[in-house]
Structures are given as C-alpha cells and as structure tokens.
C-alpha cells in the first residue's frame, strides 16, 4: 500500500469528518439533524474503511447502514405523528364542562 501525503491527507479528513459529525450527532436537538449527521458519520467510516483497502466492508457500510438502517430512521421519523404544543397544556377552559356535567 502507497503512503503517500494524499493518502495521509484524504485520512484526516475522513477521520475529521467522522469524529465531527458523529459529536453533532449526540448533540443535535432535532432528530433530523442528528440523523443527518449520522449519515455524514457512515460516510467517513465507509471512506476511511474505502482508504486502508477494505472494499467490501466500504460497500457494505454504505449499502447495509446509510441505505438501510438510516433510511428507515428519517422516514419513521417523518412519517411519526407529532403533537401540537397547544394539546400538551392543560388549560382551565377544559375544566368549565366537566365541572358541568
């Protein structure tokens, strides 16, 4: 295997990639955007497996946990029926008909 400066180079920068995207990841507030991160973090791992030689486990990263396994993440969470904020609070006007009945 050739070590040469863009290999080394193109290492960094997946591996900057994925430490990067995987720490927004675990910090994001919206799951989307950890979502999408996560992909960005598959993608450096797949990259870095892609640089050391390891095709077929490059291909499979790609094919088995951004095609997959995160696909299935953003459209159960697109598809998830969210709750307006205003059905969350208990609000007094709720208690006059009870309180009729």
């Not at 050739?2 to 990841?25: D, K, N, P």
């Not at 507030?29 to 999408?36: D, L, Q």
């Not at 870095?48 to 953003?74: K, P, R």
């Amino acid at each position: 295997m050739e070590t040469g400066i863009g290999i080394q180079l193109a290492f960094f920068a997946f591996a900057a990639l994925t430490v990067g995207s995987a720490l927004f990841a675990a910090t994001a507030k919206s799951i989307v955007h950890a979502a999408f991160s996560l992909m960005a973090t598959f993608f450096g791992v797949a990259g870095i497996y892609a640089i050391l030689g390891s095709d077929f486990l490059a291909v499979t990263q790609v094919l088995v946990y951004v095609g997959g396994i995160l696909i299935l993440i953003v459209f159960g969470v697109l598809l998830t029926d969210r709750v307006p904020d205003e059905y969350k609070v208990v609000k007094a006007r709720n208690y006059l008909p009870a309180l009729v009945a």
